[in-house]
């Protein structure tokens, strides 16, 4: 066991990358995650990697791509304004199998926005945002200890599918410091010798790029990506459940808000209501299944979220109609508040 | 034990050194801990404002919305805060700069002279030391030995040579307050 450390969320998602054998950073400044690029600055150089503060959040993204084509685990950051900006540059790298992490601590928008805490770019993350048929896994965490611990784990996951994989936090988790203990990395050790570029002396050329214009190629590689993407969907899923056996109702809610809802299943538990979360930690792969099975025995379901709601669409269609689904969001960086949470359960516990 | 606390002030006051020392504080004696600062808008003399939430089980939301100890080092802080501490809640006011008294009588209230104690020792940049030292004897949960030890190992090297006149500072906040 390490020892315990006092970070910023953006400092330890800095420090878990490094860890985790990150030696290629990217980003350009954005609030509220600009310690993720500050930490790097100091940190990562002297540790031999390379940082660079681009020119812009799409030569970033560019700088990814091309890193990651020799094999070096490469990662960038920015907020979302910068992320809207990188989708060309995700769907590319998807297109052309590369693995790499991005890191979104995302802020009120639409537009410029500002820089309070957000949930507004869940449609983007996990519906595409860039263009094409694709798909990343997107992790979602709630703690300073949570978003090290995934961050490690993106970069894994993302090597074993050849796939970018995105870590979707808001404001609050980049900014707030809490304790946490570093984990060893994982270890593992993905032989890219056949893909990468670099020195060819003795071996054929490789060639990487998401363009073909020849009949039925991309059709094909699409095909063989559809096959990852199950593969990661069936494989990748990570969903916390918290007292919802005996539960009447049921929240949903992710990243900060999840932890805004176990406050309020705390508070009403302790009066005798039985409340439980389900938290999905990947958006994209979605709890489908588990959020179905409770839906056949709870009534009602409880989405929360820093938007107008995104992820309550998901919710929808696991549920299907079997039980009756309550909403409850704040967009444009507003921060839902457990007394109003707390009203509007009551009434539907009265109903 | 769950303590909910907001600290808030002008920007330049320490505001966040407070909540940050507190933070650092609570972990080294095995609390679970989250700060949450205002943060991208700092400024000198602007209003500055942090959240520290201490507790012996894992913390659920970082945010507090109202908060069980305020501690106020200006009167804009004192306006905008007093409103949402908890009833039965603690003040913890920086008589110095604040003339006047909070106008709720549910709460308990401490007015303490944290920049007199710290021009007393001859830096008033100590009166956030100070305000620390009463929190602590207010709040009976972290020692005063434990952020001494604390500040040994989070003060930055050129900041250690002035260790000594903030642990003064801090022990004399303590002292100020009667229980």
């Not at chain 1, 985790?20 to 540790?47: D, S, V, W």
């Not at chain 1, 309070?116 to 703690?143: C, I, L, N």
């Not at chain 1, 988790?173 to 020195?199: A, R």
């Amino acid at each position: 066991m390490g020892e315990k450390q006092l970070m910023k969320g953006n400092e330890a998602i800095a420090e878990a990358a490094i860890r985790a054998g990150m030696t290629c950073y990217f980003g350009y400044p954005i609030t509220p995650q600009n310690e993720i690029p500050a930490y790097m600055a100091k940190h990562l150089t002297i540790r031999g990697g390379t940082f660079i503060q681009a020119e812009s959040e799409i030569a970033a993204i560019n700088m990814v791509y091309g890193a990651a084509c020799t094999g070096a685990r490469a990662m960038t950051s920015s907020s979302s304004p910068g992320i809207s900006l990188k989708q060309e540059g995700i769907s590319y790298l998807v297109g052309a199998r590369l693995p790499a992490v991005i890191v979104n601590i995302a802020r009120g928008g639409p537009g410029l926005g500002n820089i309070a805490p957000s949930q507004a770019d869940y449609f983007q993350a996990v519906k595409g945002g860039g263009h094409g048929d694709y798909h990343m896994v997107v992790y979602t965490p709630e703690t300073v200890q949570e978003a090290a611990d995934l961050t490690m784990k993106a970069f894994d996951v993302a090597d074993e599918y050849r796939n970018p994989v995105l870590i979707l936090g808001d404001a609050i988790l980049g900014q707030m410091m809490e304790p946490l203990v570093f984990k060893e990395p994982s270890g593992k050790k993905f032989d890219k010798s056949s893909w990468t570029l670099g020195n060819r002396k003795g071996r054929k050329s490789h060639l990487i790029n998401s363009l073909s214009l020849t009949e039925g190629v991309v059709e094909q590689w699409n095909w063989e990506l559809k096959k990852k993407f199950d593969l990661m969907a069936e494989r990748e899923l990570m969903v916390e459940e918290y007292m919802v056996e005996d539960a009447d109702v049921i929240f949903v809610a992710y990243g900060t808000t999840a932890r805004i809802c176990r406050s309020v299943v705390h508070q009403t538990r302790k009066q005798g209501m039985k409340t439980g979360l389900i938290r999905p930690i990947t958006v994209w792969p979605f709890p489908t299944e588990t959020i179905a099975g409770h839906a056949e025995k709870t009534k009602h379901f409880f989405v929360v979220e820093m938007s107008l709601g995104q992820m309550i669409e998901d919710v929808r269609l696991a549920i299907l109609g079997n039980a009756k689904i309550h909403f409850h969001g704040r967009p444009g960086g507003g921060i839902p508040a457990e007394a109003d949470i707390l009203k509007q359960l009551k009434a539907i516990l009265q109903s | 034990m769950e303590h909910k606390i907001i600290f808030a002030g002008f920007g330049g006051q320490g505001v966040i050194s407070m909540g940050t020392l507190m933070a650092y504080a609570a972990m080294a004696e095995n609390k679970n801990v989250t700060f949450y600062p205002a943060y991208g808008i700092a400024m000198r003399g602007g209003t500055a404002n942090c959240s520290v939430i201490i507790s012996d089980d894992p913390v659920a939301s970082p945010v507090i919305a109202f908060p069980n100890i305020l501690v106020v080092m200006n009167e804009p802080s004192l306006d905008c805060f007093t409103d949402r501490l908890q009833e039965g809640g603690t003040l913890l006011a920086n008589s110095s700069l604040i003339r006047k008294k909070a106008a709720r009588k549910d709460i308990r209230s401490f007015y303490i002279p944290v920049n007199d104690i710290a021009e007393e020792l001859g830096d008033s940049r100590m009166a956030n030391m100070a305000m620390v030292g009463s929190l602590l004897k207010i709040m009976n949960t972290v020692t005063l030995s434990t952020v001494f030890q604390t500040m040994k190992k989070t003060f930055s090297p050129k900041l250690l040579k002035v260790i000594d006149i903030n642990q003064e500072a801090m022990k004399k906040g303590f002292h100020a307050v009667q229980l």
